[in-house]
T-cell receptor, first 112, second 114 residues
Framework: SQQGEEDPQALSIQEGENATMNCSYKTSINNLQWYRQNSGRGLVHLIL?????REKHSGRLRVTLDTSKKSSSLLITASRAADTASYFC????????????FGQGTRLTINP | SAVISQKPSRDICQRGTSLTIQCQVDSQVTMMFWYRQQPGQSLTLIAT?????????ESGFVIDKFPISRPNLTFSTLTVSNMSPEDSSIYLC???????????FGQGTRLTVV
């Protein structure tokens, strides 16, 4: 399988600081996506980056993708208390969003 | 986008019993997906539910333990059968509507087996 691995497993920072989370995967992908999960609830899609893209921005989010290293990073700038959540990367194969394979996740805590 | 209603949101069940989780989507979708998230862990795909055919199960998951129904293009159920404490997890349904590459998730069912 192409199980992703994320690091760090947990990250605690002060409000206003930037948070960076990393994700690695094992096999070729079409897309890599990042999702957020608040308190064990449903996942919310944050951003998608295609395999032919290297960087993408959405508001305070910046995602990079290095297919040669099979890795991606998610940067959240100017963090807020409401950003406290678990963040997961997810990869797919040739079938679009079907059968996503999720990384282990990073638990992010923003301290006021 | 797709709005997914999943219920129950949580339940505490006795071992040996079964629980059926429902997932309702506000639009027709070809495939629906069921995931399990064990405490402190990531999501693992249980099975893909196709309308009009048997669900496709991932390695480590079997139909006798996790029977799935998909009676139409907007609804699916997952049953957790003969539960044991090891089945305590969050169960999530998901869809990826046609033409969209991101997946949409229900709010999850937090199951505790005692």
């Amino acid at each position: 399988s192409q199980q992703g691995e994320e690091d760090p497993q947990a990250l605690s920072i002060q409000e206003g600081e930037n948070a960076t989370m990393n994700c690695s995967y094992k096999t070729s992908i079409n897309n890599l996506q990042w999702y957020r999960q608040n308190s064990g609830r449903g996942l919310v899609h944050l951003i998608l980056i295609r395999s032919n893209e290297r960087e993408k921005h959405s508001g305070r989010l910046r995602v990079t993708l290095d297919t040669s290293k099979k890795s991606s990073s998610l940067l959240i700038t100017a963090s807020r208390a409401a950003d406290t959540a678990s963040y997961f990367c997810a990869t797919d194969g040739s079938q679009g969003a079907q059968k996503l394979v999720f990384g282990q996740g990073t638990r992010l805590t923003i301290n006021p | 986008s797709a709005v997914i209603s999943q219920k129950p949101s949580r339940d505490i069940c006795q071992r040996g019993t079964s629980l059926t989780i429902q997932c309702q989507v506000d639009s027709q979708v070809t495939m629906m997906f069921w995931y399990r998230q064990q405490p402190g862990q990531s999501l693992t795909l249980i099975a893909t539910a196709n309308q009009g055919s048997e669900a496709t199960y991932e390695s480590g998951f079997v139909i006798d333990k996790f029977p799935i129904s998909r009676p139409n293009l907007t609804f699916s159920t997952l049953t957790v059968s003969n539960m044991s404490p090891e089945d305590s997890s969050i169960y999530l349904c998901s869809v990826d509507p046609a033409g969209r590459t991101e997946a949409f998730f229900g709010q999850g069912t937090r199951l505790t087996v005692v």
